[in-house]
């Protein structure tokens, strides 16, 4: 299938691309790895009159080191080298587990950070990370920079709160506390297809060995990225041996409301969502005391 | 060098590869029109009536097809039950849509947009019928009658009585029983139907496609438009897979009669939709066994009832259907058998081929049964096997002996024991699965056999014409042989090369194949399916050659030219009791796969597998390797995630993002192809075919791999992990 007609720009500067999208508004949108707007531009399911394409703006891409043990990574840092550095690996070692289920390495080698979490699919990876470990989003418009923490960056079903005339330029991971674990599960009916049912989890612990702190992000399963709140309530507190992580994964299949559709059940999505969390908190918990 | 038995490389891949070799869908002429389809998308309805007004008035239509168009509206592989296009009519029969890939309409125009753009401005009225969903609704007293000349919906039943099963099970001191079920399979080869028609210079109506069986296409062709055979010109450009789902008739009919009606050249492209709703699949069946032994592993009985699901046409129903009666039992000897096999008339899209042809189906029951019967005896399933397996001379479920040749015993053998099984005092012994060291991941080692004829059964008349020119002076300079045979993308066509140069005694880089077109070819070869392509082209080519060498030998004329026509033996139908040589040959494979279940997300992963397949002879052996790991991917993909969904008719899998198959990285961790040469005594050369053998054990081996990791029986397939977890749970 074709896209309906639509004109296309590409921009030389940050400046530029930003002056493009407030001059056009609604009617542009920014063109990242084109991994998911173009497949939708083809189906027709989206139709934008202009796109600009940020591929020029080598600015935007890169992985920096940020103060002690944060990261920054451009938006349109391709997943690929995300997925390959050493400095994510030591220093976001959630979102170096996760990279390899995204896709194929053909559509990572294009695919980026920024676009994915711009474009909030239910069912990508990327947003829950950036989720569970609290990242800062940073959005540029012509006048003006904000920094959107994730918890308010990801509103919906392929909706998050940019606005028609704001790029997300940037991303910044901050330094997991210490004594903290994570880890990354999904199950995908074949490998690189988009998740069943995923999850990530990071696990604080207290100098006791108790759970101080414990984050736990579902996709796939709603909306957008969904974080299990009450999961988190029964773990606070707790001595996290395997009952502990039971009654956690539990508590956090029951709070979910996942859909149904030809691939899995409601029942079966939730069946998983339990099982996946199990593992994934007790992962983090191992990696955590691993730590103590 | 011979040229039988080296892996010569294949004179197409380049091509293919890089993009240059023209497919069906690629070809086009001045002046040339396109045509879509207008499907009914309805599984059972009646049309009442058809209006083209609006729609032929869209700037650039041509004509818009439909069943009054149509000469003679009946076509079919075997039973011409299927209207060529649907509408109302004198026809009762084509007034009726059975099924959503049922075609009312082909609109031709000057642009596919145009095309589009007034198909959908057709109306259609319809008046929906009562949906037949199933063999079991379709059986019940009331049911809708879908073809008249069927009043039941059972197309055929098979009845075959071989001994006295009373007595059988009298002997026998075990006695399992089981019920199994299997889905449909979608073909999804790469390329989907595409044709290009035109009238050729010799006023012929020639249809370019992809196809397995070029002569037969051209009959069926003839026959739609009333038109003597050698009117039509059937052509196979390059072909994107088949796997037997091309053997029916898809886009040929309709372009032939547009190109005859507009006088155009007229090309037409199925969606890859299209082709999921259009074309037929495997067929989804049912078994009920009763398998019988004595406590030191003989077989005495065996009880089978089987269903398929046939479709709402017949497609070749009827010879799948005898495929899987014969081998209900699997590659043993029993003396006592008793087997009833029904195809039933549904709404669902029709089924029919797809590699293996019924084989995979009554394997997976059959080979359940013995793994059941080994656990149930306490003894080795290889032992098992061995004890029964079909030798020369074996009286079949048809009471014929089994064709010289049988080579059970070798493949079952080889693949054991290149496994890790291990012959003991006591006989063979299964090795132990390597446990992960994980709480919920399980691993097994599971065994299957299988046999499968090679060629037409049944009395159907098998045959095969292939010429042979040789040009030159006192040194053969060049050979040209010409034999329909369709390369389907297997490589049939190296392998027709490798057979002439060995029976001339020349290099393959000599010899030109002239195929896949009825103009230039001296008769059928028959269809490239039933693994007989290479076993029948091969015959006819070394019979052509061997025939054109002794002339270049006796005479002075040059080029010398001989046509060579090969006849197997004949073969014979079922009669009331079954009774029949069903096959000239066969053959035999053996499988084993160590497979690893998650049992708490119900996921399988596919470790390894062994296959040790007969082929007689390798007349390539780089392709029977990639004969045999296609087939093993495809037949994991049957058992695991394909899951062809109907409901109420209604396809709810019609993209390859609903229905899955197997990615690279979802296949097999590693296979291991062995390839076993027993000569077939009556191959070219001693070659069998071999294509469609590797895919029959896999799933039966799958699901004992399975069981020797939970303790769990797996008796129907597909396994989606919902599937497997409610099978766990129900036997926990
Ligand atoms: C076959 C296939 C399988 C896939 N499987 C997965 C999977 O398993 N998991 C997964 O998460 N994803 C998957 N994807 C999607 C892939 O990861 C995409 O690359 C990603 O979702 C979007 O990134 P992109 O750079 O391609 O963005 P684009 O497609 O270019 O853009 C996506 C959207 O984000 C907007 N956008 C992009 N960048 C910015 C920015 N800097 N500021 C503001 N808006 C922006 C665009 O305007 C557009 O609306 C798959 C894609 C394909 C084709």
Not at chain 2, 4 to 28: H, M
Not at chain 2, 257 to 272: D, S, Y
Not at chain 2, 348 to 364: E, K, L, Y
Request: charged content about 20%; glycine content about 8%; hydrophobic content about 45%.
């Amino acid at each position: 299938m074709k896209p309906a007609p639509f004109e296309y720009y590409v921009p030389r500067s940050l400046d530029e691309a930003l002056a493009l999208l407030a001059e056009h508004g609604y009617d542009a949108k920014p063109l990242a790895g084109g991994q998911s707007l173009v497949p939708a531009m083809n189906f027709r399911l989206a139709q934008p009159a202009v796109l600009v394409d940020l591929n020029n703006l080598a600015d935007l891409a890169g992985i920096m080191a940020d103060g002690e043990g944060g990261l920054r990574i451009g938006a349109m840092t391709r997943q690929r080298a995300v997925e390959r550095s050493p400095l994510v690996a030591q220093r976001a070692p959630l979102l170096a587990e996760t990279l390899p289920y995204i896709a194929h390495p053909q559509i990572r080698n294009r695919g980026t950070v920024g676009g994915s979490l711009a474009h909030n699919d239910p069912a990508a990876e990327l947003p829950a990370v950036a989720l569970a470990l609290d990242a800062r989003m940073r959005v540029r418009k012509q006048d003006g920079e904000r920094v959107v923490a994730a918890s308010d960056f990801f509103l919906g079903i392929f909706t998050t709160a940019l606005e028609p005339d704001e790029l997300l330029t940037e991303i910044v991971f901050p330094p997991l506390p210490p004594r903290s674990g994570v880890a990354f599960e999904e199950m995908a009916r074949r490998h690189g297809d988009y998740a069943l049912v995923g999850c990530a989890a990071r696990v604080t612990l207290a100098e006791n060995g108790k759970v101080s702190d414990s984050r736990l992000v579902f996709f796939s399963v709603g909306d957008g990225p969904v974080q299990a709140v009450a999961a988190a309530k029964t773990l606070r507190g707790q001595r996290p041996g395997p009952a502990a992580m039971r009654a956690s994964a539990e508590a956090a299949s029951q709070e979910i409301d996942p859909p149904s559709d030809i691939h899995a059940s409601a029942d079966f999505r939730r069946h998983l969502a339990q099982v996946l969390a199990r593992r994934a908190l007790t992962r983090a918990v191992d990696r955590a005391s691993a730590l103590r | 060098m011979r040229a039988i038995g080296s892996s010569l490389p294949r004179g197409d891949a380049v091509g293919k590869v890089v993009g240059a070799t023209p497919y069906s869908g690629d070809l086009s002429m001045p002046g040339m029109l396109h045509a879509v389809t207008l499907f009914a998308r309805r599984p059972h309805a009646r049309i009442l009536a058809l209006d083209l007004g609006e729609a032929g008035r869209v700037p650039g239509v041509v004509c818009i097809l439909t069943a009054a168009d149509v000469p003679h509206n009946r076509f079919g592989l075997n039973v011409p039950d299927q209207p060529v296009l649907c509408g109302p009519g004198d026809d009762e029969h084509a007034s009726r849509v059975r099924f959503v890939g049922d075609k009312v309409a082909v609109v031709v125009a000057e642009t596919v947009e145009a095309a589009e753009r007034a198909r959908a401005l057709i109306r259609v009225e319809y008046e929906a019928l009562p949906v037949v969903p199933n063999p079991v609704a379709a059986r019940q007293t009331g049911a809708p009658v879908l073809h008249a000349a069927h009043p039941d919906n059972v197309l055929l039943h098979y009845r075959v009585r071989k001994g006295d099963t009373l007595a059988g099970f009298a002997q026998a001191d075990v006695v399992v029983e089981g019920e199994y079920s299997v889905g449909g399979q979608e073909h999804a080869f790469l390329q989907p139907e595409a044709g290009l028609a035109w009238l050729d210079e010799e006023g012929r109506v020639a249809v370019a496609c992809a196809g397995q069986w070029a002569h037969e296409e051209q009959e069926q062709i003839a026959h739609a438009l009333r038109l003597p055979d050698e009117r039509v010109r059937v052509i196979h450009p390059a072909i994107g897979g088949a796997f037997g789902g091309r053997e029916d008739i898809s886009v040929q009919i309709v372009l032939a009669l547009a190109a005859q009606k507009t006088g155009r050249p007229v090309k037409m492209v199925w969606t890859r939709e299209e082709s999921i709703i259009g074309h037929h699949k495997r067929h989804p069946m049912t078994y009920r066994c009763r398998t019988g032994a004595t406590r030191d592993g003989r077989l005495v009985a065996a009880e089978v009832e089987l269903v398929s699901d046939c479709g709402a046409y017949a497609s070749t129903s009827t010879k799948v259907l005898g495929n899987a009666t014969i081998m209900a039992v699997g590659p043993y000897d029993i003396p006592h058998v008793s087997i009833d096999a029904y195809t039933v008339y549904t709404n669902n899209v029709p089924s029919g081929a797809f590699r293996g042809f019924g084989a995979p189906q009554s394997h997976f029951a059959a080979e359940s049964q013995m793994n059941k019967l080994a656990a149930a005896l306490g003894m080795d399933p290889v032992e098992l096997r061995l004890k029964n397996a079909l030798r020369d001379g074996s009286l079949q479920v048809t009471q014929a002996p089994m064709p010289a040749g049988v080579s059970m015993d070798h493949v079952i053998e080889q693949c054991a024991e290149s496994i890790g099984w291990r012959r003991t005092a006591q006989g063979w012994q299964r090795p132990a699965a390597a446990q992960p060291d994980s709480p919920w991941l399980r691993r097994g080692i599971g065994f299957a056999a299988a046999f499968k004829n090679i060629g037409f059964s049944f009395g159907y008349r098998e045959h095969c014409w292939a010429t042979v020119e040789i040009h030159g002076g006192g040194d053969i300079d060049r050979v040209v042989v010409r034999c329909a045979g369709s390369d389907v993308g297997q490589g049939a066509h190296l392998a027709f090369q490798q057979i002439a140069a060995e029976a001339l005694g020349i290099e393959a880089e000599k010899v030109e194949i002239v195929s896949a077109d009825t103009a230039t070819t001296p008769g059928s070869s028959g269809s490239a399916s039933a693994s007989r392509m290479t076993f029948m082209a091969g015959n006819a080519i070394r019979g052509a050659a061997e025939k054109a060498l002794a002339m270049w030998r006796d005479e002075e004329d040059r080029p010398v030219i001989a046509t060579y026509e090969f006849n197997p033996p004949a073969t014979t139908p079922m009669d009331d009791m079954g009774r029949s040589t069903p096959n000239f040959t066969y053959g035999y494979v053996a499988e084993a796969v160590e497979a690893e279940i998650d049992t708490e997300t119900g996921e399988v992963r596919v470790r390894r597998v062994v296959c040790a397949d007969d082929v007689g002879r390798a007349v390539n052996p780089q392709q029977v390797t990639g004969q045999i790991e296609g087939a093993v991917v495809q037949a994991q993909g049957w058992a695991t995630i394909e899951n062809f969904v109907q409901r109420d008719g209604l396809v709810l899998t019609p993209h390859l993002s609903t229905y899955l198959i197997p990615t690279v990285r979802d296949i097999p961790d590693r296979v291991d192809s062995i390839i076993v040469e027993v000569p077939d005594p009556l191959g070219p050369f001693g070659a069998r075919g071999m294509a469609e053998m590797p895919f029959i054990p896999f799933a039966p081996a799958l699901t004992a791999a399975l069981h020797d990791a939970t303790g769990v029986w797996f008796d129907h397939l597909p396994l989606t992990p919902v599937r497997v977890l409610e099978t766990l749970d129900e036997q926990a």
